[in-house]
């Protein structure tokens, strides 16, 4: 369907001999224009604008020149403009073309070149007609060009080192070649001390304490610096801070956030278990493709990664980053809305990925790199062909594996139940309970929970038959009452069935299993005939109710989360309405183009949690032309918090596990399309059904309650076989709602109450694991995106199919129904994409040296650096795949070099050759990051807590109170926190490698006057306050620095103690001194 | 002195400019235009039937009836420049107005649409409006920063969060400060912690120490930098207190914004408009006012504009609140000569509907709404751009977000197509790729 193929890259570009005329015309058509049409007409033509006066469409055009001066020398390619401005040889930043410093790859370069030295020879005597023009675009031949782009061709084979050391010392010799050619000379090997203060803090955002320090220095006395370092590196990376500090890094490349955004910033809940999967993952040292697959398709993977006791599916929390997308607040636009989430998806995955801003290919082909508009929506299919859900992070085998104990045990306490309840209703005080329920008029019965707080749940109400003992109790004559309401009944039943018949625009029954279309990624949902236990939630509540056949998602365990989706279709100016129940809050939600969130126009349904059938209806007409989904959940799995209710005044429910928590589930019989925006199903299942089976054989009301309790047994009898009907269950339901037949602990027989024990007792062996959930995505029916022209949603043109960019690869994703995630996946971890490896080893290599070989280590396209040391990052990347992408390793590699060692100072060919220190002959001075001030002040006043993982401290409380790594505060988009901020934690909306490490007026204000940097120190002078200042100081110093202060340091303190009046207050303002030295935050 | 926005860059001025300043108030929340500055005597004609034309999807999806104006527009000024009852003394500056009555925003809800209207982007991660100023301006403000939003009272921060007034990809130094101008302490942390002497010893004997680390690597820049910010940073304790102090101020000044006013909303809000005019005499490039919660709290302190109901009450009660310090804000601006470079905007994230919400409200109309410039070069007594006869959706001339911020940013002398800033792949700019100057509203 695209319009081409992968293409020969063949075109020779080097070794260029003169050229006779009719050769030079042929060049100039072949190798200049298309350059001058792609890359310069949209600024410099007759149809688009003149910038700078300045025609390039044309020869008179380029003879005239702009306003500064001619653009062309015939002849002299060095002196001419044109050629020094994509020779980026001008001062002036703006003038190097084209703009936005995408620089011409060499070969082109070298055309021109050529073409100005063999005099300029240039056909066009006018601007173009259409036709050329449309010839001279072709993305075919743009891409084809593009792809020759450094970053694209692929990472050349060699030997692979042997070893680390080996490679080690090849990544040095590299370095070092660099200096001899540029007569550069490198600086010293920096200290023992310095070396040791960069480990630390690059490898676990820590200081070192004063035993390491010791420690450290002993063994380089010992066995010299190369053996210290290499212990060092292998102990730090063996830390579980290691994993912290990197995940940090990692979190940034995916825009880690625990806010939705938009009105409100809700929090999504539980993204956490994400930040804590990373740090587990890079700490296992997880290799890096394994990872980066699991970002885009974990929850795919045929062999999913586990934790230890595999209980944990750890692979599928990696899609969680798929959900760190920001929302708008109850959008109006729906599919704009939907579009701009995908977009952000897209942006994250190929930058974090391959550094490639593929969503600049959003509006139409990118302008500088080889991704096509189609590029864009092949991928964008991909993503949008998921839904958005919670996912368990319970691994199900595990559940498989305790299936049978678990249904044994429900079967158990289902048959222990049904002689509990034939006993109570054997009993003679089986009537009294009946007589006391009629005479209290129920108060418990009127207030069961309003059943309507969302939409039109309907309750049964009149045709119930408890109703009628309770209306007609003091009635003359009960025949013909019993008439009266036999027949109100039926026609009820008879009217409501022809109604909703007529209403009916679609039927999708669930007796039968899930129906065709729909489909379940998370639980084990099946159908049932009715008697199916309505489990309770709570730790009273045995069981709400018994159920009629349907779907239900607790077959085994309500522990057991589970989402089921319909296929998705168009919503009309009609409804909708299901026949369902559940527990735990579970939702009947209908979703309006992905969007995640509930509120105003966007409803769902909550499960009552009371044990009653629910018949629920909704207009869905405002969402006419929108595309949707229907989907039932158990509570946990909701995409997200219900976030209020759809009528003023009802109360949210919760979404928080308690401890109280014993699951939720759902139940379905059937959904229904209805045809109008008023229609609303009615009720055609009534309990009072089953009595008219038998002939009544009572006139007086005594024996109206003996014929319900010979009713009552039959059904329960019933219950044995399998002749036990929907009404039959809905009749014995009405009997435990109204607290007739027991249904609590406590009131149950001991055998329910051991056969429950039995249940829980199993379910314990993964119960913690299994309230644990994290934001993710389920596949849905997979679809190729229409792609939009001018970026526009509402101007869909042609059907782009799923794929991946197609000069690195346009093999087709061959897809059936699932979404192409993992299929995208392979593509960008495999072999033939060579923008993968070079991309990864660059980001580690840059908070490694503060800065990467490609130093725009998000953008590896055109208008990104080009590499310092495009061979070593060759040698990297090759050496990264052969290695199995194995993390520790790399930085082992890095870390080790004696150019990681050297000393921060440059040299004086340094200084005068490479300011920029482009050569890394000396090493970087960098600042400590947000996370590693706030921890080493906290860390300095003794009172950092060190423990790892779950709860979290929202950010107000944080900056004063909390002592946790920083790593840990919930990252929100708003409200965060103070220090955080100055100190340029970014904000999560795309991929961000490198932060910035600014400086400004904001940070010192922070530092002297911020209540929390003061009680570090406040905290540090209290733990001190016994020791003499002098050798206080000593250790203030080292603590401070991670080094032996020297001893006119230490007297400086002490001067300054006494000039303080050398009490409690002063040795606390000497921690704050010290704790405002740049020394104290920077990295020497 | 070295100012606080990246002193190493020169200005991308590129012309002369007509403005050095801008004061934007900010109608948090969506101010109705048919209610105040864009007059459509059809709604009364035509009150309680519905709207004779198809009404987009509003959030609450209560769409009511048409709605006349409780408000009696009249002309006003030499210009007769129709401005309502709402505004009576604002109505006093007609003149000197340029009401641009076709605005539009690509987003219906609070979040997004301030985020838009700062950025030109519905999503945060952009830079706002005020810190592109700063940094295609710079700072010519000693130990002040060059973007700051005011707050007093209970002013909090709109629906959308401060990230509206972020820095986003631009360097930090450009981010909004946010002074609370009636606290003790305007910035986070300005309070000195310590007495002044113990200050000055530390910053001394840490500069000692720097100096000594930062020869040991060699001297670096960025050291360097970061031990001259504590000089800065040790005099904005004095320079920010002293710009919010008003006591300088005469009884005059203080009465004309309503300093002295009965309701203590009005009193809150004028003391910003004050320290408005004060900071941009001492340089500060951009300034954004924050509104309170109305007395009568007919909204949320974060939108305290946004009358889905009793927007009778409601408006009335926030007009009360910045109309004679708006207005007092523009004479004393005139009166010091600074009007002529100094821009004043004031503008809701969008506007409300014609059609009533309920009974008695107005929800949001992003598709032509009114917001008005003055001074700086704007016309004034001129109005630009129509909405249909409703007041609902433009028909003439739309100004979208882009094309309003190159507007003013040309007035700053700035060309909006130059100053921009290379992130992830591409060069940004405020007015993205659809922003144009639009001479029109100028003189």
């Known amino acids: 369907m695209r319009t081409f193929g992968k293409l020969a890259l063949s075109l020779a570009f080097c070794c260029l001999p003169s050229l006779v005329a009719s050769e030079k015309v042929e060049f100039f058509e072949s190798r200049i224009r298309p350059i001058l049409t792609q890359e310069c007409y949209e600024c410099h033509s007759e149809r688009h604008k003149a910038k700078g006066g300045l025609l390039l469409d044309s020869r008179p055009g380029l003879e005239a020149g702009g306003d500064t001066g001619p653009s062309i020398v015939p002849g002299n390619a060095e002196e001419s403009f044109l050629y020094q401005t994509i020779m980026h040889h001008v001062e002036d930043e703006d003038m190097r073309m084209p703009k936005q410093g995408a620089k011409l790859e060499d070969s082109v370069l070298a055309d021109f070149k050529k073409w100005i030295d063999d005099g300029a020879v240039d ?140 009105q409100g910033d809700p929090k999504n809940e539980r993204a956490h278990e994400y930040r804590d999967y990373v740090i587990r993952a890079l700490n296992d040292n997880v290799p890096y493709d394994q990872l980066v697959k699991e970002q885009i398709a974990g929850d795919l993977l045929s062999t999913p990664r586990l934790n230890e006791d595999g209980l944990i599916n750890e692979s599928r929390i990696g899609v969680a980053q798929l959900r760190f997308v920001e929302h708008g607040f109850l959008p109006v636009d729906a599919l704009d809305e939907k579009v701009k989430f995908t977009d952000n998806q897209v942006d994250v995955i190929t930058k974090a990925t391959m550094g490639l801003t593929v969503s600049c290919a959003r509006c139409h082909d990118h302008k500088f790199d080889a991704v096509s508009h189609a590029d864009y929506h092949a991928i964008f299919g991909v993503l949008a062909s998921s839904n958005p859900s919670h996912r368990p992070l319970l691994e199900s085998s595990q559940i498989d594996s305790q299936r049978e104990a678990l249904e044994a045990a429900r079967k158990q306490l289902e048959s222990e139940l049904k002689s509990s309840w034939l006993n109570e209703v054997k009993a003679p005080e089986f009537r009294d309970k009946l007589q006391s329920f009629v005479d209290s008029y129920a108060p418990t019965w009127e207030t069961l929970p309003p059943a309507n707080d969302y939409q039109d749940h309907l309750t049964l109400g009149d045709y119930d038959a408890l109703r009628f003992l309770r209306n007609q109790r003091e009635s003359t004559d009960l025949p013909k009452s019993w008439a009266h309401f036999k027949k109100k009944v039926l026609s009820a039943k008879a009217d409501n069935v022809k109604a909703n018949e007529a209403m009916t625009k679609e039927l999708i029954d669930f007796r039968n299993g899930l129906p065709a279309g729909w489909y379940q990624r998370d639980g084990s949902s099946r159908a049932v005939p009715a008697g ?29 989360d589970a989402a089921i989706f319909s296929p998705k279709f168009e919503y009309y100016d009609g409804a909708i309405g299901a026949n369902w129940s559940g527990g735990g809050f579970s939702q009947f939600r209908y979703v309006v183009q992905n969007y995640p969130m509930v509120g105003s126009i966007y409803r769902y349904f909550p499960a ?51 401890p109280r928590e014993n699951g939720s589930w759902f139940h379905v019989s059937e959904v229904r399309l209805l045809k109008e925006e008023d229609d609303r199903l009615k009720p055609a299942l009534f309990s009072s059904e089953i009595l ?59 055998g329910v109450e051991g056969a429950l024990t039995k249940l829980r007792s199993v379910e314990a062996s993964f119960a913690d694991i299994a309230r644990r959930t994290a934001p993710g995505v389920v596949d849905s029916e997979g679809f190729d995106q229409a792609l939009y022209l001018r970026g526009n949603h509402k101007t869909p043109a042609e059907i782009i199919p799923r794929g991946f960019i197609d000069v690195i690869d346009d093999e087709d994703f061959q897809l059936g129904e699932e979404s192409g995630r993992l299929q995208l996946a392979e593509k960008i971890v495999s072999a033939g994409n060579p923008l993968f490896d070079r991309v990864a080893v660059n980001r580690f290599w840059s908070h490694v040296f503060g800065e990467g070989i490609v130093s725009s280590v998000d953008n590896f396209g055109r208008t990104g650096k080009q590499p310092t040391h495009p061979e070593l990052l060759d040698v990297l990347a090759f050496q990264f795949r052969d290695d199995g992408f194995d993390i520790k390793e790399l930085l082992r590699s890095l870390l080790n070099t004696t150019t990681f060692q050297r000393q921060s100072t440059p040299t004086a060919t340094a200084a005068e050759l490479d300011p920029t220190n482009r050569l890394l002959s000396h090493a970087r001075i960098r600042r400590l990051d947000a996370e590693g001030v706030r921890d080493h002040l906290l860390a300095l006043g003794g009172a950092l807590d060190l423990r790892m993982f779950g709860g979290q401290t929202p950010p107000p409380l944080a900056e004063t109170s909390d002592k946790r790594r920083s790593l840990y505060i919930t ?29 400004t007026p904001a940070q010192s204000i922070s530092m002297m006057n911020s209540p929390f940097v003061k009680l570090q120190s406040e905290r540090w002078a209290e733990s001190h306050s016994d020791k003499a200042a002098k050798e206080a100081f000593g250790l203030l110093l080292t603590k401070a620095f991670s080094r032996p202060p020297s001893s006119s340091q230490v007297g400086r303190l002490m001067e300054f103690y006494e000039l303080q009046g050398a009490d ?8 704050h001194l010290v704790t405002t030295m740049k020394e104290f935050i920077y990295l020497r | 002195m070295k100012d606080l926005a990246h002193a190493s860059r020169p200005l991308l001025t590129d012309h002369r400019p007509s403005a050095t300043s801008v004061i934007f108030v900010h109608i948090s929340g969506g101010l109705s235009q048919v209610d105040s500055f864009d007059y459509k005597p059809l709604l009364t004609k035509m009150a309680g039937e519905p709207m004779p034309m198809p009404v987009k999807g509003t959030m609450f999806d209560a769409v009511g009836k048409i709605m006349p104006s409780p408000w009696a527009f009249r002309p006003r000024g030499e210009s007769g420049l129709p401005v309502s009852d709402l505004f009576p003394n604002i109505a006093t500056m007609a003149d000197e107005l340029c009401v641009i009555k076709s605005m539009t925003s690509k987003a219906s809800e609070h979040a997004q649409a301030n985020i838009f209207f700062h950025s030109g982007f519905p999503f945060q991660g952009h830079p706002s409006a005020g810190a592109w100023m700063s940094y295609g301006l710079g700072s010519q403000a000693s130990n002040l920063p060059s973007y700051v939003v005011l707050r007093s009272g209970d002013a909090k921060d709109p629906i959308g969060g401060r990230s509206m007034y972020s820095n986003g990809f631009l360097p930090t130094a450009h981010q909004a400060s946010f002074l609370t101008i009636d606290q003790e302490m305007a910035l986070p942390n300005l309070k000195p912690s310590d007495p002044s002497l113990i200050q000055q010893q530390k910053i001394s004997f840490m500069k000692e120490f720097d100096q000594e680390f930062n020869a040991s690597v060699g001297t670096s820049d960025v050291v360097d930098a970061a031990i001259e910010h504590y000089e800065t940073a040790f005099k904005m304790q004095s320079s920010v207190p002293d710009a919010c102090d008003l006591k300088g101020e005469t009884e005059l000044t203080r009465r004309l914004y309503g300093l002295e006013h009965e309701s203590q909303q009005t009193r809150d809000f004028g003391k910003q408009c004050l320290v408005a005019r004060r900071l941009v005499e001492r340089g500060v490039r951009f300034v954004q006012l924050s509104c309170l919660l109305g007395e009568t709290k007919n909204a949320s302190a974060a939108n305290p504009w946004d009358q889905h109901g009793k927007l009778r009450t409601g408006h009335a009660d926030m007009a009360r609140q910045v109309d004679q310090p708006v207005a007092a804000l523009l004479r004393d601006l005139k009166g010091r000569g600074m009007l002529d470079n100094t821009i004043v ?70 060309n909006h197509e130059d100053v921009t800033y290379h992130f992830a792949g591409r060069d940004y700019r405020l007015s993205d790729v659809e922003g144009h100057v639009i001479y029109d509203l100028v003189a």
Not at chain 1, 171 to 188: C, G
Not at chain 1, 704 to 711: D, I, K
Not at chain 1, 716 to 738: C, G, P, Y
Not at chain 1, 971 to 995: A, H, N, Q, Y
């Open chain 1, 608 to 658: 009552t949690d009371s044990g009653e059938l629910l018949t629920s209806s909704d207009k869905f007409e405002f969402w006419k032309g929108e595309k949707g989904h229907l989907q039932f959940n158990t509570r946990r799995l909701a995409p997200a918090p219900p976030r209020g209710p759809n009528r003023p005044g009802a109360k949210p429910p919760r979404f928080h596990p308690t």
């Open chain 1, 692 to 750: 008219f089976h038998a002939e009544p054989d009572f006139t007086t009301f005594p024996e109206a309650l003996v014929f319900y309790q010979q009713q009552l047994l039959r059904v329960l009898e019933r219950w044995q076989t399998d002749a036990f009907s929907d009404a039959d269950a809905l009749f014995v339901t009405e009997f435990l709602r109204a607290n007739i037949l027991s249904r609590r602990i406590g009131e149950v027989s001991p």
């Open chain 2, 345 to 414: 905007i004031f503008s809701g994230e969008f506007g409300r509907t014609p059609f009533a919400q309920g009974s008695d409200g107005r929800d949001h109309d992003p598709f032509g709404f009114s917001a008005w410039v003055a001074g700086g070069g704007f016309k004034g007594g001129f109005s630009y751009g129509e909405t249909d006869e409703f007041g609902y959706n433009t028909i003439d001339k739309p100004v979208d977000i882009y094309s309003f911020w190159a507007t003013i940013q040309q007035q700053l002398g700035l």
């Open chain 1, 532 to 560: 199916e236990l309505g489990m309770g939630v709570d730790d009273e509540m045995v069981a709400m109710s018994v159920l009629p056949a349907g779907l239900i998602s607790h077959a085994s365990t309500t522990q057991e």
């Open chain 1, 971 to 999: 990252r929100m988009r708003r409200g965060r926190i103070g220090l955080m901020d100055v100190f340029d934690m970014p904000v999560p909306s795309s991929t961000r490698g490198m932060r910035d490490a600014s400086t």
């Open chain 1, 1064 to 1071: 409690a207050e002063a040795l606390a303002h000497t921690a």
């Open chain 1, 123 to 262: 056909p066009r005597n006018t601007a173009p007609s259409d036709e050329q023009l449309a010839a001279d675009t072709d993305w075919g031949a743009i891409a084809a060009r593009r792809a020759q782009h450094w970053s694209f061709l692929p990472v050349p084979s060699r030997a692979v080192a042997e070893d680390e050391i080996a490679l080690t010392r090849q990544i040095d010799q590299l370095i070092e070649k660099q200096w001899d050619e540029n007569a550069v000379s490198p600086s010293a090997l920096a200290d023992r001390w310095t070396v040791l203060r960069r480990l630390n803090f690059i490898l676990t955002g820590l200081p070192a304490s004063l035993v390491e320090q010791q420690q450290f220095s002993d063994l380089w006395d010992k066995e010299g610096r190369e053996a210290a370092v290499a212990s060092k590196v292998d102990e730090l990376l063996a830390s579980p801070h290691f994993g912290e500090k990197w995940a940090q890094h990692w979190l940034d490349w995916y825009r880690y956030t625990e806010g939705h955004g938009g």
